[in-house]
């Protein structure tokens, strides 16, 4: 079956859109994994729980998702920041497996605590300009889309900025490859790996207020979203920001245009036929280094 | 400048420190040396705090140590260039120098950058370039450039003159004079021992745990018992 240009070049630009905001969702989690080296099998369930913030934002006192992003992105660092330096670091002694384990049983604990407060509805937010298009040439676009492509591509590069620029993002580069040279020069190795766990979840907050406008939120969304950012982690590169902006577009595109072509509700296998692909031809990844 | 008392320390039930006492003076150069698996990392992991000590006392500039945190033994200007160098191989070696005035000498961290780049003109070629992709020396030159970066009050050097050739050796030991000819107290923990006591003031012998011998840097080089076994005289 064969469609206009103009429709296929919709899809690829709705894509693009859509992959920035997992992008965003794929940056915390490559963040956490390039410096502490675990992957963080709570990140679903902190999206969640992000994403009911937003929501209970907006119903208690009627604000906006995109204004959330101020109160919501440093409430959700000071929380990674806690989690990891009074929960997950004590609570693993070091130990790697320990830490998947910590974080798993997190993510059971957040997603039932969610589940009890809010029961298993599926939630939705009305705003005035959720249905809104843009005209762009011949293109229809969905504006809160459009913002969500704008918002999560500027978060990459602040973070990006961050990490090249400042000395707590060179701290943290220093840490992800020599924790012992860091002690060494006085970096405080538990403080940078908390902060770290804090920039991956404001990452989840800006996504979770970028998300809301446009989708739904119950206890278990978290999940459906970390598996594609988890691809994407894979794609890109394990701990590769580059790498997770690029494969978030990129697997964006990829399940737009499966959509379109195979129907809707086919349209994440092309994001998993992808991940055995990188798994079997390049398993570093796009921008990762050799093991 | 440095006080240790009757050091302890180890891993879990191994003790690998039986009590060690050891100075450091101002302007000095000291010599830690011993073979391997003596517990010459483990002195200096104490020292900079990566590892607790059990039992004893560091001391250092009249403030007690024992027991600080790699940061304010760093803070104190205690600087550790350790054994195979810990540099940040992902980061440019001017990015490298730079974390070495993160946490001590930051608001004259471009006039120190200067300084140890004229110390070291090869680290300025190479400023922009990724520290892992250096050279054994160059890598042995940004790791004490580096420690440089913190203005230290005292040096501990962990083996600087390990894998190195025989010319950048001589090359090492000639400098670790030229930066105590600056007024800086160096503590060379090393298994080259000729060399070391050539330019050391005092040295200790660390066998198993314990100084099996400690003086100024001729009487341990007389000893008999050193000569037998470590100079095969």
């Known amino acids: 079956m064969m469609y206009s240009p103009a429709i296929i070049a919709e899809a690829v630009v709705n894509g693009l859109m859509t992959g920035a905001v997992y992008a965003l969702i794929a940056l915390g989690l490559t963040l956490v994994y390039g410096v502490l080296h675990i992957i963080n099998f709570a990140h679903g369930a902190l999206l969640t729980a992000a994403m009911f913030a937003v929501w209970a934002v907006y119903v208690a006192f009627g604000l906006d998702p995109y204004l959330a992003i101020l109160p919501l992105t440093p409430l959700f660092f000071g929380l990674g920041y806690a989690v990891q330096r009074f929960v997950i670091g004590p609570a693993s002694h070091g130990s790697d497996s320990n830490i998947l384990l910590v974080t798993l049983g997190l993510s059971i604990a957040i997603e039932n605590a969610l589940l009890a407060g809010f029961r298993s509805d599926t939630r939705t937010l009305n705003t005035d300009y959720g249905f809104q298009v843009v005209e762009l040439g011949p293109l229809l676009l969905s504006k809160p889309r459009l913002i969500g492509f704008g918002a999560a591509v500027l978060v990459t590069v602040l973070l990006w900025l961050l990490l090249s620029r400042t000395d707590t993002g060179k701290a943290i580069r220093a840490v992800a490859k020599e924790k012992l040279g860091a002690s060494l020069v006085g970096i ?49 590169g394990m701990g590769s920001i580059p790498g997770a902006l690029v494969g978030g577009l990129f697997i964006g595109v990829v399940e737009s245009l499966c959509g379109l072509f195979l ?29 | 400048m440095l006080e240790v ?82 540099i940040f191989p992902n980061m440019s070696v001017r990015e490298n120098l730079e974390l070495g005035s993160y946490r001590r000498g930051r608001e004259r961290r471009s006039a120190n950058l200067e300084r140890v780049f004229e110390t070291f003109p090869r680290l300025r070629e190479r400023s922009g370039q990724a520290a892992g992709t250096l050279s054994g020396g160059e890598q042995q030159m940004l790791a004490i450039g580096r420690g440089m970066m913190a203005e230290p009050r005292l040096l501990i050097l962990d083996e600087p003159s390990l894998g190195l050739s025989p010319l950048l050796v ?38 198993n745990g314990l100084f099996a011998l400690s003086g100024t840097a001729e009487q341990v080089r007389n000893d008999p018992e050193l000569k037998r076994a470590y100079l095969g005289m």
């Open chain 2, 170 to 207: 001589e090359e090492m030991f000639t400098l670790i004079r030229r930066l105590n000819g600056e007024g800086l107290p160096i503590l060379l923990v090393e298994q080259n021992v000729v060399q070391s006591l050539e330019c050391a003031s005092r040295a200790y012998i660390l066998e």
């Open chain 2, 5 to 86: 008392r009757s050091l302890r320390a180890g891993y879990g039930g191994t003790e690998v420190l039986r009590g060690l006492d050891l100075s450091v003076g101002a302007g000095e150069i000291v010599a830690v040396l011993g073979s391997n698996g003596v517990g010459k990392t483990t002195l200096n992991k104490v020292l900079s705090g990566v590892l607790r000590a059990n039992e004893g006392e560091i001391r250092f500039d009249g403030k007690t140590l024992t027991g600080a945190s790699s940061a304010d033994i760093v803070e104190a200007g205690l600087i550790h260039v350790p054994e195979g160098r810990k």
């Open chain 1, 263 to 291: 129907g809707d509700s086919l349209g994440q296998i092309g994001i998993f036929l992808i991940f055995i692909l990188v798994l079997l031809v390049r398993p570093t990844g796009l921008f990762g280094a050799k093991a």
């Open chain 1, 188 to 236: 405080d190795v538990a403080h940078v790996y908390a902060v770290t766990f804090g920039l991956g979840c404001a990452c989840l907050a800006v996504a979770a207020c970028l998300l809301m406008p446009t989708f739904y939120v119950n206890p278990r969304i978290g999940q459906a979203f970390v598996l594609v950012a988890f691809t994407i982690v894979v794609l890109g």
